[in-house]
């Protein structure tokens, strides 16, 4: 079992950055399949990041601005965004996966963990 702690959320101005970590509880996620997604209000949750022991995975329209990472030590996940939009505004979940996903790391029904969300909100 694992559980999912996501932070860093808030408010910030559109063109600003921000980081949001999602700090693992429970077994080592050292070989998990780690993710982000996000659901705005009236919207379906979507694929943000991923990021495997070998491999990291973006949208494709966010590839240019955000950026995942972890440290394996901490137990963590991080999610830099860079020249925020108000359109980015949205909760943002920390996923994750036992073992090395090379598909389907897009979808939803691939991680059985999930957090509670960080809200992430873009001022214009």
């Known amino acids: 079992q694992v559980q999912l702690e996501e932070s860093g959320g808030g408010l910030v101005q559109a063109g600003g950055s921000l980081r949001v970590s999602c700090v693992a509880s429970?077994?080592?996620?050292?070989?998990?399949?780690m993710s982000w997604f996000r659901q705005a209000p009236g919207k379906e949750r979507e694929f943000v990041a991923a990021i495997t022991y070998v491999s990291t995975y973006y949208a494709d329209s966010l590839k240019d601005r955000f950026s995942i990472s972890r440290h394996n030590g901490k137990k963590t996940v991080y999610l830099d965004m860079y020249n925020l939009k108000p359109e980015d505004t949205a909760v943002y979940y920390c996923a994750a996966r036992p073992g090395f996903l090379s598909e389907g790391y897009s979808q939803i029904s691939s991680y059985p963990y999930w957090g509670q969300g960080t809200q992430v909100t873009v001022s214009s």
């Open positions: 429970g077994e080592t996620i050292n070989t998990h399949s």
